[in-house]
Every structure is written in structure tokens, then in C-alpha cells.
Nanobody, 119 residues
Framework: QVQLVESGGGLVQAGGSLRLSCAAS????????MGWFRQAPGKEREFVAE????????YYADFVKGRFTGFRDNAKNMIALQMNSLLPEDTAVYYC????????????WGQGTQVTVSS
């Protein structure tokens, strides 16, 4: 079992920045692909970013490319999401998730952290 706990959410003005963190316990994250997702009110949860097990490769949804950067520190068993140039439409609950390298689905989820961007 992997327990994931997000932190770093909050209220920020449009154009501002936030850094989300996700700390893991239970197992080392080095054998897991990590991801960030978000869910806005009334909308389905959507993919934001994926970080390969080594951290070498990252993949982003088009709507965050150039603004968000995901990275991981396997030694500290954590990942982070640096969010810059935030827009009101980035307002959502952000979740981190983990999946085994050859898994077709995300196996573990955090409880989420609220990000609110005011205009």
C-alpha cells in the first residue's frame, strides 16, 4: 500500500504561482509512475501531468504546458508540481496518484488539495 498526502494548495491571484507537494509513505515511490490530476466543480477529474519513475520524462496536458512543471525526488519519496501563470480556470482540487510501471490504471490516490485562482 502507498499512502499519498498532498499539500501546498491555497488561494492565489491570476498570474501567481503555487507549488504542490505530494508525500508518500508505505512504500518507496521509485518503482511507481506518478501523476497529477485535478477536478473542478461540476467537472470530471482530468489528467494534468505524469512523471516517469526516474523523473527523466514528464508529460503534460496541453492546457498546462509551459506553465506547470512536475518533478520528483525519490530519495525524499515525494513529488511536486510547480504551477506558474495560474488562471482562474485552474481552480480545482488537485490530486496526486501513483501507478506501478506496467499498470494500466492508477493504483493509489491522495485526498486532494484545493487550488483557487481569483481573477
Amino acid at each position: 500500500q502507498v499512502q499519498l498526502v498532498e499539500s501546498g494548495g491555497g488561494l492565489v491571484q491570476a498570474g501567481g504561482s503555487l507549488r504542490l507537494s505530494c508525500a508518500a509513505s508505505g512504500r518507496t515511490l521509485s518503482s511507481y509512475i506518478m501523476g497529477w490530476f485535478r477536478q473542478a466543480p461540476g467537472k470530471e477529474r482530468e489528467f494534468v501531468a505524469e512523471i516517469s519513475w526516474s523523473g527523466t520524462n514528464t508529460y503534460y496536458a496541453d492546457f498546462v504546458k509551459g506553465r506547470f512543471t512536475g518533478f520528483r525526488d525519490n530519495a525524499k519519496n515525494m513529488i511536486a508540481l510547480q504551477m506558474n501563470s495560474l488562471l482562474p480556470e485552474d481552480t480545482a482540487v488537485y490530486y496526486c496518484a501513483a501507478k506501478r510501471i506496467f499498470s494500466a490504471q492508477w493504483d493509489y490516490w491522495g485526498q486532494g488539495t484545493q487550488v483557487t485562482v481569483s481573477s
